[in-house]
């Protein structure tokens, strides 16, 4: 009945994560499009890129044309991709136009700043993070990831072909309309989305793995379980000068213990090697999971 309640407790906490995380993340969108993007001409991929392109040449909402591309590609997605594609999709390909057309509508939204340089980084900054909170959940934008993933299937090339040639069709349409500097602006954007969307993807899961090398790494393995409570793996090596046969110390650990963790380690060997890299994400007992607490042979 216990794990039964917390195999329940588990699955809410879990959806009402993904729920916020998506709806949080197309408001984020959604505002940064209405405050930075539209107001300044700035250059954008995606279905938002071909509804300003259409925005232009006929007086038509944004967020209708955005709903109207999205909705279509939704069903192009549920034919071709399935019925689990379009449940994992349909809330953000709704949410998004919805959250446009609200924002619009709020006065003076559209004049946040004057300066299209600010509005731009702002605009990176947040798209990074908006797509990053969605993605980290295991959902989609929708829109024209729909349609890269049926071409993909269609015509078994790898989806990020794709990807690059409705962005260069999208963004090259606006280049055309639109003003050297707006061009230069929308280039700033992509490449802040690009590294605030690895970092929100990242964002505590980045652990530290130290691998240790020393005579003494019985004493070492023991003062890192004791001592830090961490996980250790010890592997067997041969020394490249000597060929000498020993044990390498493996841990990993989070960023707030790395200095605690050098210190022990120079405490029993202050010539021990130590290289330190940083790990993307980490999974399993003690990170992801519970940790199990057993004894500790010494």
Do not use: W
């Not at 990831?145 to 990020?160: E, G, R, S, T, Y």
């Not at 041969?238 to 044990?247: F, R």
């Amino acid at each position: 009945m216990t794990n039964y309640m917390a195999k329940v407790k588990k699955n809410f906490l879990d959806y009402l994560k993904t729920t916020v995380f998506i709806l949080l993340g197309n408001a984020l969108l959604a505002f940064l499009v209405a405050a930075f993007i539209i107001p300044h001409g700035i250059i954008m991929g995606g279905t938002t890129g071909i509804a300003i392109v259409i925005n232009r040449f006929f007086p038509i909402d944004t967020a209708v044309v955005v709903f109207i591309l999205n909705f279509a590609l939704l069903i192009l997605g549920l034919f071709v991709l399935g019925k689990k594609f379009f449940m994992t999709t349909i809330a953000s390909t709704l949410l998004y136009p919805m959250f446009l057309g609200i924002f619009q509508r709020i006065p003076g939204i559209d004049t946040l700043t004057d300066d299209t340089l600010l509005a731009a980084l702002f605009a990176g900054v947040l798209m990074g993070m908006s797509l990053g909170l969605v993605m980290r959940v295991g959902s989609s934008t929708g829109g024209m990831d729909i349609a890269n993933l049926v071409m993909h299937k269609i015509f078994h090339k790898p989806v990020a072909v794709f990807v690059y040639i409705t962005d260069i069709i999208v963004v090259g349409g606006q280049a055309l309309i639109s003003k050297p500097n707006q061009i230069l602006l929308g280039i700033v954007v992509l490449v802040l989305e690009s590294l605030m969307l690895d970092q929100v993807m990242i964002f505590g899961k980045s652990q530290i793995q130290v691998y240790i090398i020393s005579d003494k790494f019985e004493e070492i393995r023991i003062k890192l379980l004791t001592q830090l409570q961490a996980g250790v793996t010890l592997q067997y090596i041969e020394t490249g000068a000597m060929h000498k046969e020993q044990k390498a110390v493996l841990c990993i650990i989070p960023p707030r213990k790395l200095y605690r963790a050098t210190e022990l380690v120079h405490e029993i060997d202050p010539d021990a090697f130590i290289s330190i890299t940083k790990i993307k994400e980490v999974r399993g007992h003690g990170f992801t999971e519970e940790r199990r607490n057993i004894d500790i042979p010494v």
